[in-house]
């Protein structure tokens, strides 16, 4: 079975940058759209962004707008996120998600999920 394998994650300090990857592990995969999710312990988990992949729109949570960026390959179902100025409240684990329909705020709607990748940020 497919599943989505996420990498990137890390330890770092208030202000400084963090890349995150994801790709599928197998080569059958389809999705419309890609993005990444976040929790922290006590948190339900919510939106960072997401991209579609016949148009590019990006939507982004508005805790992270302006400061990360999600890109991707969409003949790769390939999905990145650039975070930027990252301050303690972006301590996560950061999952990757995807789906076969739009993009939605509601991780029920999205089909596929990664294991998630720790980030930490220390103030």
């Known amino acids: 079975q497919t599943r989505l394998v996420e990498s990137g994650g890390g330890v770092v300090q208030a202000g400084d940058s963090l890349s995150l990857s994801c790709a599928p592990s197998?080569?059958?995969?389809?999705?419309?759209?890609m993005g990444w999710f976040r929790q922290s312990p006590g948190k339900e988990r919510e939106l960072v962004a997401g991209?579609?992949?016949?148009?590019?729109?990006?939507v982004y949570g508005d805790s992270v707008m302006g400061r990360f960026t999600i890109s991707g390959e969409a003949g790769q179902h390939s999905v990145f996120l650039q975070m930027n100025n990252l301050q303690a409240a972006d301590t996560a684990v950061y999952y990757c998600?995807?789906?076969?329909?739009?993009?939605?705020?509601?991780?029920?709607?999205?089909?596929?999920w990664g294991q998630g990748t720790q980030a930490t940020v220390s103030s």
């Open positions: 991209i579609r992949w016949r148009d590019g729109l990006t």
């Open positions: 197998g080569r059958s995969f389809r999705s419309s759209a």
């Open positions: 998600a995807a789906t076969v329909f739009g993009i939605s705020r509601y991780p029920g709607h999205w089909g596929s």
